[in-house]
Each structure stands twice: as structure tokens, then as C-alpha cells.
């Protein structure tokens, strides 16, 4: 990258982190209850699903596509885990068997739009509308419930202190990073959504790529399901609903421009909390929730707004 490219790279990700640390300071002048530990651990706990689903969905945006699936898929895939684990599968080939339907829903995804060339808005709108539709055809349209321990210890458990989705959380950035930065599939993603064409004629399959990204997308969206089946102790039919307005703006907010190219997890990471920390603090305040949608949607429109001031500054 050119010393400009790079400086306005990571200017845009330490002007997110300045927000974040501004918007914090903010909500601390204006109730006090904001920045004390349990309220921290809260934003961190409540945090974790929105930020999980939104690591896919950077992947996926990398490769300048979108996935408006990521919700339903978390539906479907709790549903079929949380059913598996009521009929007595042991906890693991339950666990398995759910981020594998999440992966294959991805993956579906990406078969439709590389070979089957359908826009990936258009496609992931179906899946949308199929995964949720599969979840209730289900579940008959009823919630499964009533799990074993060890099972709600992956939402309700704690190792030193720190709850266990925050660690899990955690552990999928660190990979994410990892994979983004020093793995073919990352270094291919971001060609792919600098430059398809180009990316093609370097030898990239970008059918098979391109297919990995969605459903890594779709996996991620089934892990997130696994916290939150155990978090409420049942698996809804009708869960995720708005994920994927939650994840996509997290991820645009961190940093990563829709048109695709560029981006990084860290980014995403400090969007999520930016969400997290304005709808803890605005909650705290007794704002309305209709109010906090209105504030959300300003916020994404800002960050967009953004991303498009820094291309043109870069042209």
C-alpha cells in the first residue's frame, strides 16, 4: 500500500476506536450507571452475537457481496440443533451438526451466486426468506426448550471472571484476524472485491472462494445461535430478526466499504461495540426503542457517508 493508502487506513480505524472512546466518555457524563464493571460485562455479554454474525458478514462484504440471510440462518440452525439436543444427541454431534446446517445454508448461498451468477443481494434475500420460513415449518412454529447445564454454560458460564460468550467471541476475532491476514482465503477475498476480473486472471478460483466466504458467513451465524439458544434456554423460530441490519452496519461502521476491497475484523469489532455501548447507554437514558432504530439507521448512513469522502480522497 502507498504511505497514503496506509494512513488513511489506519486513521479511519483509530477515528472509530476515538468514537468509541468518545461516545463512552459521553454516556458516562450523562448517567452514572454507565461505567461501572457489571454494566461493562453487559455491553461485552449483549455484544457478542451481534459481533460474531458481523465477522462473517465482513468477509462476505470484503468480496463486495452481502448476505441479508445471516438472521434466518441463525434461526434455522438453533432450531435443528436445540431439536437434535431434546431428542438425546450428546452435546457435541448437537453442536456440530447445528453450525453445519448454518455452513451449508452459507454455502448454498455461494453456490447460487457464483454458478448460478444471481445478484448476491437477490440471493441471500431468498435464503432470507426460506431459512426462516424451514424454521418454523420446523418447529411447527413453536419455540424448543429445556436444556441440560453444560449446555447453558456456553452463555452463562464464566472462566476467570470473564463470561464465556465474551471469550468465544474472542477466540473467533483472533482466528478471524489470523485468516484474514495470513491465509489464502483471506489474501483472496480482498482481491476478489478489489478486483473480480483480475483476481480471475491471476489464477484465483474465485467460484471456490467466493462459495468459502458464505459459508463461513453461514457457520458463524449457527455459533452465534448456540450462545443464544443457551442464553434464553430455548431455540425461537423467529430469533434473529434484524441481525442482519445489526451486522452489516457494525461492519461498516469498523471500517469496511461496501463496494468491497478493504476492511479488517478489529474494525468490525469496535463497530459492534459502538452499537452495543449506544443502545446500552440509550436504554440507561429511558430512550425509546423506536428512537434508538432512528439513531442506529443516522449512524450507518454517517459511516457510509464516510467511506465514500476517504474513496474519493484516495482517488
Known sequence: MKTKDLLLHYGRQFGTLAGLLVLCLVLWALTPHFLTV?????????????AIVAVGMTFVIITAGIDLSVGSLLAFAG??????LQRGLPLAPALLIGLLTGAAGGVLNGLLITFGRLPPFITTLGMMSMARGAALVFTDGRPVSGFSDTFRWLAVGELWHIPAPVIIMLLVYVLAHFTLTRTKL???AYAIGGNE???????????????LVYGLSGALSALAAIILTARLNSAQPIAGMMYELDAIAATVIGGTSLTGGSGTVVGTLIGALIIGVLRNGLNL?????FVQQIVIGAVIVVAVLLDMALKANRK
Open 186 to 188: 483471506g489474501r483472496y
Open 285 to 289: 437514558l429511558d430512550i425509546s426503542s
Open 79 to 84: 432450531v435443528v440443533m436445540a431439536s437434535l
Open 38 to 50: 457489571s454494566n461493562l460485562l453487559n455491553v461485552a455479554q449483549q455484544t457478542t452475537l451481534v
Open 197 to 211: 476480473e483480475a483476481a480471475t486472471l491471476s489464477g484465483v478460483n474465485v467460484r471456490l472462494y467466493k462459495t
